[in-house]
C-alpha cells in the first residue's frame, strides 16, 4: 500500500477510546499516528501498520 500524510488508516484493533480510525502524521521506517476518536499520538512501526491495516481512505 502507499500510505501518505494526512491519508486515514483504519486498523484492526481499536483504540481504548472506541475509535479504529487513526491519521499518518508522519511516514517512515516508523509511523506517527494520531486517533481521530481522542486526538492521542503514537509511534508504530511501519511492519505492524501494514500488517494490522484494514482500510485506508484519502481525507475528505
Known amino acids: ?3 501518505q ?3 486515514i488508516v483504519k ?6 477510546c472506541g ?3 487513526w ?3 508522519r511516514v517512515g ?3 506517527r499516528l494520531k486517533c481521530l476518536g481522542c486526538g492521542h ?5 511501519r511492519k505492524l501498520v501494514e500488517k ?4 485506508l481512505r484519502k481525507p475528505d
Open 11 to 16: 486498523l484492526k484493533k481499536a483504540h481504548p
Open 29 to 31: 521506517m516508523d509511523f
Open 41 to 45: 499520538q503514537i509511534m508504530v512501526s
Open 52 to 55: 494490522n491495516t484494514r482500510g
Open 23 to 25: 491519521e499518518i502524521l
Open 19 to 21: 475509535s479504529q480510525e
Open 5 to 7: 500524510v494526512g491519508d
Open 1 to 3: 500500500m502507499d500510505y
